[in-house]
């Protein structure tokens, strides 16, 4: 086919009066025509290649994917899957040029998911069964063939999940038919693929033998994984090992399904590659730890050779400082020393001053004084001696004596609320027990039953019906006899509260006494009420005062009693605690 006729194809393919039939219909005629003339050259392979390299330059091949794209066509399967097969047979042995990257990268693959959605849409439609294997087998398997880099793209593509999804058996087993002939036309297919993509071929295998039930399927599987073993060798072991239980599965589910011989062959390649795989990887594991210990070893070493340079300049940066702050401290000691020997000759030169100056003053006193003034300061220096030694001694003494006395104030304040705790309990549970009930006396009485209560109900409404008031309704009985429960119950509220009253009084006599014999036997007046303590204090502190006057002070005084009956009865009650005072108020003793 020439430049001319390409371009005089493609202008009428690019013709919108076409319908997409016919569009088909004319892209298999001439590609069928222009395949089998190229075939028939005598160099037939370079023209068949020139001819697929200028489809694909000229645009003719992109619209052969457009047409397989296209889901208008609903009647003539047969012509979608010659054009699926025409397209993927042009694609083997093109040419591209410069254009080898896009051609690679980016049209193969959508070649490829247009033949699997086809290969879908034909696989759900019961009555082209020999169209979607012909698509399979010949279109996918051509082109995989020839290009073996697609092989992860078609294991990915969401296309070709969904023919793996189907419960059909005979789509399963042609799959895994697919890949079988594919590794036995072409001996490099496997060479040729990544370990990844082998891993997604054997995981398909290894998931058909977990998934499917059908021996067919588990024929062809254990035949595929075989035929890896056979042209990967060594490339498989660490693949298989990836599959852990594979030999139980094997041994487990498809043991006597016709084909053992082969079964047990996968089985045995199995365990033994997980045997040397465990002694392989014990060899490893010695190898590796060899390697991390002389990395780490050389990484130490390097790391401490490198750091050498920075320790020698951190040790004379830390010399130095340290010889510095050394030499700092010595300025400061001595400028201490300095100050404090300076201190000392001036106080030196002020005693000397000092005594000059009374020895000046003495020679300037007469001879006859001199004795009874060295006597006098001998005597106050002895005052202020004694009285230094006495302050300390009385303010030892009063500490010890304070904490002593805080002491058993505290525990006779501890005991007394205890005592006083009991006591209140006592009284409450007395009280409780003598008090009368405050509910309406008719209810809770003891002997009175629900019968006779029912009774006495029933006589009690016979008597009313009986004998009814003529100068009262009973609207107003119901009335008064509310407003009795009303009084009733406030009378009972008001002997409630008084008798709460009275549990407060006595609460706080009991108070009062305690705090009272506490204060009688204390020998310091502490206790929690303030004006009570004021008061001690200050009587305590009058007597101590009145002591300590001289004896010719207190000539002429005589102990005068109470000036009141009052204050001579509160002496008498509060047991000699009672400390009377007068107050004028307004020009009135008080």
């Not at 059908?214 to 042209?231: C, E, F, H, K, Y």
């Not at 107003?476 to 509220?493: A, G, N, P, R, T």
Request: hydrophobic letters at 40%; aromatic letters at 6%.
């Amino acid at each position: 086919m020439e430049e001319e006729e390409l371009q005089e194809l493609k202008r009428k393919l690019e013709n919108e009066d076409l319908d997409q039939e016919q569009r088909i219909n004319l892209l298999n005629s001439s590609l069928s025509k222009a395949l089998n003339s190229a075939a028939l050259q005598p160099d037939g392979g370079v023209s068949s290649s020139l001819l697929k390299s200028r489809l694909y330059l000229s645009g003719v091949l992109n619209l052969c994917v457009a047409a397989l794209n296209l889901r208008k066509l609903q009647n003539d399967w047969s012509a979608m899957a010659t054009l699926a097969h025409l397209t993927c047979c042009c694609c083997v042995g093109v040419k591209p040029g410069r254009h080898s990257e896009a051609f690679h990268r980016l049209f193969l693959p959508s070649v490829m998911d247009a033949v699997l959605s086809l290969a879908g849409q034909l696989m759900r439609r019961s009555e082209c069964w020999s169209q979607f294997r012909k698509t399979m087998k010949d279109s996918v398997g051509r082109l995989l063939e020839d290009q073996t880099h697609l092989t992860p793209h078609i294991l990915s593509s969401a296309h070709y999940e969904q023919i793996q999804m189907c419960d059909d058996v005979a789509v399963t087993l042609l799959c895994v038919q697919m890949w079988i002939q594919i590794c036995s036309t072409n001996r490099k297919f496997l060479s040729e693929l990544s370990d990844d993509s082998a891993l997604l071929l054997l995981n398909e295998a290894v998931g058909q033998l977990a998934l499917s039930s059908d021996p067919a399927v588990g024929r062809a599987s254990v035949t595929l994984i075989l035929l890896m073993a056979n042209q990967l060798k060594l490339r498989l072991r660490p693949l298989l090992l990836s599959f852990r239980g594979l030999d139980s599965l094997l041994d487990k589910d498809w043991r006597g399904r016709g084909f053992d011989q082969d079964l047990d062959q996968l089985i045995t390649l199995v365990q033994s590659e997980q045997r040397m795989s465990h002694s392989e990887a014990s060899t490893e594991h010695v190898q590796a730890v060899c390697v991390i210990q002389a990395a780490w070893c050389s990484y130490r070493t390097r790391r401490r050779v490198k750091s050498l340079n920075r320790a020698v300049g951190a040790l004379q940066r830390r010399y130095r400082a340290r010889r510095r702050q050394q030499q700092q401290q010595r300025e400061v000691q001595r400028w201490q020393e300095e100050l404090s020997y300076q201190v000392f000759v001036r106080r030196q030169q002020a005693r000397r001053r000092f005594h000059q100056k009374q020895r000046r003053l003495l020679q300037l006193l007469p001879p006859d004084q001199v004795a009874s003034y060295l006597q006098e300061v001998e005597r106050r220096a002895a005052v202020v001696i004694q009285s230094f030694w006495r302050g300390f001694r009385e303010r030892q003494r009063y500490n010890n004596t304070q904490r002593h006395t805080l002491r058993e104030t505290h525990n006779r304040q501890q005991a007394a609320m205890a005592l006083q705790r009991v006591v209140r309990r006592f009284l409450e549970e007395r009280r409780a027990a003598k008090a009368l009930p405050t509910a309406a006396f008719w209810i809770g009485q003891e002997g009175l039953t629900d019968s006779r209560r029912a009774e006495l109900k029933r006589q009690v409404e016979e008597h009313i019906a009986v004998n009814r008031s003529s100068c009262v309704s009973p609207q107003q009985c119901k009335v008064l006899h509310h407003q009795v429960q009303q009084l009733l119950q406030s009378e009972l509220q008001r002997r409630l509260d008084r008798m709460k009253e009275d549990q407060h009084l006595e609460a706080l006599m009991a108070h009062t006494h305690t705090q009272l014999e506490l204060l009688r036997d204390a020998d310091s007046f502490l206790s929690p009420s303030g004006s009570i303590a004021a008061r001690g204090r200050d009587a305590h502190n009058a007597a101590l005062q009145a002591e300590r006057l001289p004896w010719w002070r207190t000539l002429g005084r005589t102990d005068e009693g109470p000036a009141h009956p009052q204050e001579a009865e509160l002496e008498a009650e509060l047991g000699g605690l009672y400390v009377g005072g007068v107050r004028e108020v307004d020009g009135t003793k008080l």
